[in-house]
């Protein structure tokens, strides 16, 4: 009798225990998939709600001239690392200069994409940059190798898109430059196959960026993800945070925001890369279950490592468990704390991702 009682005690108690540890993954929901062709994604509804209005975002940021965006060595040579100072004098692949003018706390994501400078970089890590900021040294990767000419002195934000999944992986997972041009170079070379009306064009560009902006590939995207606003509306109705993300019946990747809210800001961007990933992965369309996507979502078993934390402003995790990596940005703003955006990536049923090496195409 005593036994039974510890037992359904422990069932009541493990999801608070893993809640408390960092892992509130198990507290969501996933609900039947909204499918376009060979992409599938999964609503994701519950856990912890947070109110996320305060938080700005890159776009807004850059296009009110608030946030600026320039190469190290180019703002007065003022870089910050952590705690301490120091002088740069000259641009680097791997690093930019945000600085937060606006009175309002700044939301990175990995993925983002910036465009400009000398050459265009994607973001690395989530992070919160705090109102009002002194120069932060970004954790950027360059998708466009070949370019060491500034196209502008300031950076722009690829508006309308973000970087598809497979060219996020190696930048949060593997933090590897050259494995991110890897992927990068088979995301360019995967989009000139989907749209082969832009397949010469594509091929004397190195940059991301442009093939993802050129209008053929931008009607291609349009075509799986032209109704992308009621898509949003069909999220929004059932109160969904985010979505577990299916291509060819693979479970590939997952978002999820603290609020509707904040995932409606970045819906645009998110679903086009979604788009992006289906297209540059055509092929044979497998069957997928709500059940296995849950499964997915579900998974918290792990080495969990606190990567970075900045008192009072954010902390950022890794969890990494059998073929899975997740990544949890927790912000430490006032007036509690709260999982701002968690991004969840297979590393087994992605192809070579995390797994074997890629071909360079040249």
Not at 5 to 32: D, H, R, S
Not at 60 to 86: C, F, K, N, P
Not at 253 to 271: C, G, H, M, N, P
Request: proline share 5%; glycine share 6%.
């Amino acid at each position: 009798m005593k036994r039974a009682i510890l037992v359904q005690l422990l069932c009541l108690l493990l999801p608070v225990i893993f809640a408390n540890a960092g892992t509130a993954i198990i507290e969501y929901k996933v609900l039947p998939p909204i499918t376009k062709g060979n992409l599938s994604l999964f609503p994701v509804v519950g856990g912890k709600s947070a109110n996320t209005v305060d938080l700005l975002t890159l776009d807004d940021g850059l296009r009110s001239g608030a946030v600026i965006v320039t190469e190290a060595g180019s703002l007065q040579g003022l870089v910050r690392h952590r705690t301490r100072y120091s002088r740069s004098s000259a641009a680097e692949v791997n690093r930019l200069v945000l600085v937060n003018n606006s009175d309002r706390p700044l939301l990175l994501l990995a993925g983002e994409v910036v465009t400009g400078g000398k050459q265009d970089r994607v973001i690395g890590v989530d992070r919160i940059v705090p109102p009002r900021s002194e120069p932060v040294d970004l954790s950027v990767f360059c998708v466009e190798p070949g370019r060491w000419v500034a196209s502008s002195e300031r950076f722009n934000s690829m508006s309308l898109a973000m970087a598809q999944p497979s060219v996020r992986m190696p930048a949060m997972a593997l933090r590897d430059q050259n494995r991110v041009w890897e992927y990068a170079a088979v995301a360019r070379a995967g989009m000139a196959k989907a749209a082969p009306q832009a397949a010469p064009t594509i091929s004397v560009t190195t940059s991301y960026a442009k093939v993802m902006q050129n209008p053929e590939v931008e009607q291609r995207l349009a075509s799986v993800v032209a109704d992308y606003d009621d898509l949003m509306k069909e999220l929004r109705k059932v109160g969904a945070k985010g979505v577990v993300v299916a291509v060819n019946g693979h479970i590939t990747w997952a978002d999820v925001f603290a609020s509707t809210d904040l995932l409606e800001r970045y819906w645009q961007k998110l679903i086009r890369s979604y788009a992006a990933e289906s297209l540059t992965n055509m092929g044979n369309k497998e069957q997928i279950d709500q059940k296995s996507a849950q499964a997915f979502l579900d998974k918290v078993q792990g080495t969990r490592e606190v990567i970075e934390t900045e008192p009072g402003l954010f902390s950022r995790t890794e969890v990494s468990g059998d073929g899975y990596k997740a990544f949890s940005l927790t912000s430490l703003l006032v007036p509690s704390e709260y999982t701002v955006h968690m991004a969840k990536m297979s590393c087994k049923n992605t192809g070579p991702v995390l797994v074997q090496p890629l071909p360079i195409l040249r």
